[in-house]
Nanobody, 121 residues
């Protein structure tokens, strides 16, 4: 069984920083692309940033220059360093991971449960 768990969320003042972690565990053969999404109340879920197997990254314009995504393939963990946080960054942040497991012939997508980030202004 595969589990994806986010952590690191919390309450922070505007201008502060948080570091989110996303850990995948279970019968994992390999982890492909990893994406962070976020969803604020009353808004649709939006893509924040993603990282490929090879380490190539992409960022939404709203977070470019402030957020940094990275991955540790040994630890099966992806990190989201969030600096200069703004009130509009407030949302539930979800980790979305494409994983190859022993149970399926092809990779499948897994969502974490989400972690709440609240930025006070």
């Amino acid at each position: 069984q595969v589990h994806v768990v986010e952590s690191g969320g919390g309450l922070v003042q505007a201008g502060g920083s948080l570091r989110l972690s996303c850990v995948a565990s279970g019968s994992i053969i390999s982890i492909n692309d990893i994406t962070w999404y976020r969803q604020a109340p009353g808004k649709q879920r939006e893509l924040v940033t993603s990282i490929t197997r090879g380490g190539s990254t992409t960022y939404a314009d709203s977070v470019k220059g402030r957020f940094t995504i990275s991955r540790d393939n040994v630890k099966k963990t992806v990190y989201l360093q969030m600096n200069s946080l703004k009130f509009e960054d407030t949302a539930v942040y979800y980790c979305y991971v494409n994983i190859r497991t022993q149970y399926f012939t092809g990779p499948r997508d897994y969502w974490g449960q989400g972690t709440q980030v609240t930025v006070s202004s």
